[in-house]
């Protein structure tokens, strides 16, 4: 039987450029979209689709229900924003800051618990995180409200990872790499077949071998 591979946030991107990447190495692949109208280029793939906005837990919910009964090697949480573009933590509004905390930060976290019965024997649960959240690298490098909320990410995720270290399960923070999509913009050096392949190398690489690491999409450890 094949790997099977959930993938959440898979519309466009980074997370369309994986669901092909897994799908043409000969993964099972379940890829998700908040809208089914614009899972267009993702349908074309043959991959199974479902629907979820992690923001909402009702949604969240329709999800695991649909997943029932299921399992993946793999579950591959990518959907996130940019936040305002402005970039400027005092110009923020409460509610910029709330919905960019909540999409990067807390649901990712939150449906990543939520899925754990879907996670088969020491499985692999993928954070797409940045290297913006690097509180030694990626401060001082533009878009501080964005990078603080990656960084709140990896502080979840080694918390959840402190919770279950000893359940066999493989936690990963990835950082892409600056990629050429709607979020990396045209002058990002990286397309998104060269990122998501390595991505697709570095989890294979590390299937089964449990631990907590915030890596690049070359297998590169980056500083919290
Ligand atoms: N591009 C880069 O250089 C770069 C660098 C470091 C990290 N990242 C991270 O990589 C991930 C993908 O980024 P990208 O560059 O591919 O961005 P993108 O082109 O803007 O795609 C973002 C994806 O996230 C989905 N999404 C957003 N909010 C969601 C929600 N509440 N529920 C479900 N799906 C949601 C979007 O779905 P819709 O189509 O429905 O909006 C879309 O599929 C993000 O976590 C981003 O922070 C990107």
Known sequence: MS?????IGASRGLGLGLAKAFHAQGWSVTATVRDRQKAGELAATGVELQTVDIDQLDSVEALAGQLAGRQFEVIFINAGVAGPSHHNPSQASET???QLFLTNAFAPVRLAERLLPQLADKGTLVFMSSILGSIAMGAGNG???YGASKAALNHLVRGMYKGMAES?????????????TEMGGPEAPLDVPTSAQGMVEQITRTLGQGGLSFLDYQGKPLPW
Do not use: A, D, S, Y
Not at 169 to 179: A, D, E, R, S, Y
């Open 96 to 98: 910029e800051i709330g």
């Open 3 to 7: 790997n099977r591979v959930l993938i």
């Open 168 to 180: 066999g399960i493989t936690f990963l923070l990835m950082h892409p790499g600056w990629v050429k």
């Open 143 to 145: 878009m501080p409200i």
